[in-house]
């Protein structure tokens, strides 16, 4: 049986001439409107849209102090994406099955703004995709490394358009944390959210197909306990620097957490280098490192750095990805490498 899923792989790797994409669904593919009619008015074929992604994954790791390793089907995704344009300047875009986030989008004619308020992705680094990569991974299961796998809160965001750069100012509910025994998590959403959030995030085209994201968060984990965040990401599209076949990305982001019961003032940080190909077969190779940093006044299991080796392979619609991820811990290592084999439709 393994020989005949590696022979598999092998043919797909080296007989299918379709390029390959992000293994998250891409954000800016999901936000594209509707079509027009050919009248200019939204007709009742083109006034709804709906997208989605399903997937089945094959994960084996090694459990802790033992030698047998684990084997787990599972679904990591399944998502309904609805789109409407109401108007020609009023559309709206939601994930319907889980409620991850919805929200509507209003551009004011003449003017370069987009007001977009409901349950909004927090624009707070690179948003392309649905998961952050500070740590080097898209997450332990569905919650995420430094910040939530998806970050999606209530709240409103402007968006100014200037030039090739955009400039976006938003007001969300706070990352909350009601815990006075132990230190704050950045993933936490504790009701009631009655602490509002304010941010800010500047996206730059530097040229040579280069960009750039610079953003800043504040908010309260606790009345009068403050959370902040600071963040900067690079990344390139194919063709940079005349690499036609590379593209990379990296980024930073650092939180201070203010007041907190066990560590009082004290940081979070995560990075992330990767850089990919679409050079060998035609698919996508990939490679990731990243850092985790849970307290920097002390070191704990928490602690991480990781490397990731995948290839993401199209096969008509579906898409199949292929990786390794070696996970280090800095203290009480954890014997929890992971081979993961993953079949996803993007509909």
Do not use: C
């Not at 979070?268 to 679409?278: A, C, F, I, Q, W």
């Not at 750095?305 to 290839?311: P, R, T």
């Amino acid at each position: 049986m393994k020989s005949f899923l590696y022979l598999l792989i092998f043919y797909f790797l080296f007989n299918n001439n379709v390029q390959a994409s992000e293994e998250s669904l891409n954000l800016d593919d999901v936000k594209t409107p509707p079509p027009e009619s050919s009248s200019g008015a939204s007709s009742s074929g083109n006034k709804f849209a709906l997208m989605g992604r399903v997937d089945l994954t094959s994960e084996t790791s090694s459990p802790s102090g033992g030698n047998e390793k684990n084997h787990n089907l599972e679904n990591n995704h399944f998502f309904i994406f609805l789109k409407v344009k109401a108007s020609e300047q009023t559309s709206f875009l939601g994930e319907i099955a889980n409620k991850s986030f919805f929200a509507i989008h209003y551009a004011p004619v003449g003017l370069p703004l987009e007001v977009e308020f409901g349950k909004i992705i927090v624009p707070f680094g690179d948003t392309r995709h649905f998961h952050h990569f500070y740590g080097g991974l898209q997450g332990y299961k569905a919650t995420g490394v430094m910040l939530p796998n998806l970050w999606a809160e209530s709240g409103a965001n402007l968006k100014w358009t200037l030039g090739q750069n955009q400039l976006e100012t938003y007001w969300v509910d706070s990352i909350r944390d009601d815990s006075t025994s132990q230190d704050p998590s950045l993933q936490s959403s504790a009701e009631p959210r009655n602490i509002q959030a304010i941010g800010s995030r500047w996206s730059m085209d530097l040229g040579s197909k280069i960009h750039s994201l610079i953003s800043i968060y504040r908010g309260e984990y606790q009345s009068g306990k403050a959370v902040e965040l600071a963040g900067l990401d690079l990344y390139s599209d194919y063709g940079a620097w005349d690499l036609n076949h590379w593209r990379w990305s990296l980024g930073i982001a650092n939180a201070w957490l203010r007041k907190a019961p066990l560590s009082g003032d004290f940081q979070k940080r995560g990075d992330y280098l990767e850089l990919s190909t679409n050079y060998i077969g035609s698919g996508e190779a990939r490679f990731r490192y990243g850092t985790y940093i849970d307290n920097d006044k002390k070191v704990s299991q928490k602690d991480t750095h990781s490397f990731n080796l995948g290839y993401l392979l199209p096969v008509d619609a579906l898409r199949v990805l292929t990786e390794y991820q070696w996970n280090y811990e800095a203290v009480n290592e954890v014997s929890n490498d992971l081979f993961r084999i993953m079949v996803s439709l993007d509909f």
